[in-house]
């Protein structure tokens, strides 16, 4: 077994979860931030409304992004496969 091709598999699923996670974390921030400062200006302090904004946003997000999800995982899952016979020798 090529600990290199394991540790590069590994490494691999690492970077692409930081890569799809990561502009939806980023939505999630803004919109937390954007609903944060709207609720402090107002004063209205009801924690639904920040959820229901960033559910919203997220669901958008996902709407926008899915097929580009999608493809990175399916790319990767491919690569993994195909790359099977380098690991297990």
Known sequence: MS???AVDLFRNAM????KISGPLL???LAMGLIVGILQAAT??????ISFVMKLLALGGALAVLGSWIVTELVDY????IQSIATVVR
């Open 43 to 48: 004063q209205v302090n009801e924690a639904s």
């Open 77 to 80: 899952t491919s690569h993994s």
């Open 26 to 28: 980023l939505v999630a």
């Open 15 to 18: 970077l692409l979860g930081a």
């Open 3 to 5: 600990t290199d091709a």
